[in-house]
């Protein structure tokens, strides 16, 4: 029997497998320096973590997100930012993938995930924001909010 992405049980399962990977972005969020808001990042391909990421500044920069009026600095990279450069500088390919964020993507996530080839996005929170959802929707990428506390 020849798998594929609509074969069982996974796709009964896939519910559960986006709550789970979607639990893991949260708790890959408390890795983040961040004040504020920590947020995580997970990117699944055919079952397994291609890459992950969370909120923080730039490699070799001190790890401290806010300035000293407790505003996000402006280089602060967000979590989907960082796990989409992440597989950008690896073997794999994000085409096709799932990303699991805890908030919704703002409009400069979006189109990095809209470049990249992410055909789904899971996520927790909503952004204050809504633009990036709505490009999302525009370029037909799903959308699956999924809401944790429940």
């Known amino acids: 029997m020849q798998k594929n992405s609509n074969s ?26 961040c004040i504020r808001k920590q947020v995580g990042a997970l990117i699944v391909k055919e079952k397994m973590i291609i890459s992950d990421g969370y909120n923080g500044t730039p490699a ?17 990279l967000h979590a989907e930012a960082n796990a989409i450069t992440k597989v950008a500088k690896s073997n794999n390919s994000s085409e096709g993938a ?29 952004y204050r924001k809504q633009e990036g959802l709505k490009l999302l929707k525009r370029a037909n990428i799903e959308l699956v909010h999924i809401d944790l506390e429940k």
């Open 60 to 76: 070799g920069f001190e790890n401290i997100c806010e300035d000293e009026k407790s505003l996000t600095k402006p280089y602060v």
């Open 8 to 33: 069982y049980p996974y796709k009964e399962k896939q519910p559960q497998f986006d709550r789970r990977y979607l639990e893991m972005a949260r708790i890959w969020a408390q890795n983040s320096y």
């Open 98 to 126: 799932t990303l699991y964020v805890t908030n919704s993507p703002c409009i400069e996530c979006a189109k990095l995930i809209i470049q990249s080839g992410i055909k789904r996005v899971v996520f927790s929170e909503k």
